[in-house]
């Protein structure tokens, strides 16, 4: 535990999730200042390193996939033994809410339809709607980590719906995921589930536990089984990415976007880290 690496996800071009306020690239960059800051006043005989002290992505690069591939590699080179990356999740329509339309009665309507050689008067019903508003209220935290073949019985939720999405998730098919079924690739999870799963699952942990003692709604420990998260999996090391809240969800924004809210934020991953600290020895 001697070098503690604190990523600000995306940034540059590149915004992530947008509330109705701010963005996620900008509520990231000023929370990890935050907790680079206080865990150098926590641990001062650690390095303390950030992928990202600018609005720019790492590297001052200009392509959030080559950003991507920079941050693990970075945090690799830099013998980093804890890698936390901060983010914020997305759900919904759109942020804040949408209007939807819903059924509030029938109208009775009148027409004439043939039958026979005759035309008969024929009674029929309409749906009438109406604009419902739908507050967009997706609220709680998550941290995810890397599941070592997403062994469901290590971790405490699996998800695989639909009814919110992770703007982490590397998609996009320029970046691809490790191959489990390459050799190296089969060495190098086998030292991360013998070395770095316990770990990180433990950290991970502890941080929603500290969230839930500051009344934060928790989702858990999380890893998604059908797509990954490059910083998770090509970091050799422990390594956590936390869900600070839902950047859609009006309360959750605001509450990120607040001095007490950034500062509860920092000081219950600080209270997690040190505990973690204490059980390393």
Known sequence: MRTIIVDAGHGGP????????????????QVSLKLAKALREAFPDRKILETRTTSALPGYLSNAVAANRYRAEWANKMGGDLFIALHCNAAGRKPGGWYTQRVVGQVARTRYVKKGKKRVKQTYYVNNYENVWVENNTRGTETYIWAVGKNEQKVSAVKNNDDYYNEEEDSNEELKMPDPNDPAEKARMLIY??????????????????????????????????KGIW??????????????????????????LSEPGQAEIVQGIVNAVKIYVERLG
């Open 14 to 29: 590149d915004s992530g999730a947008k509330g109705l306020e701010s963005t996620e690239a900008a509520i990231n960059l």
């Open 231 to 256: 910083v998770l999996q090509a970091t050799g090391m422990p390594s956590i990415l936390v869900e600070m809240g839902f950047i859609s969800n009006r309360d959750e924004e605001a509450y990120m």
């Open 193 to 226: 589930a013998q070395h770095y799963f316990r770990k990180s699952y433990s950290l991970a942990t502890l941080v929603e536990k500290e969230f839930i003692a500051s009344g934060r709604t928790s989702r858990g420990v999380q890893q998604r089984n059908h």
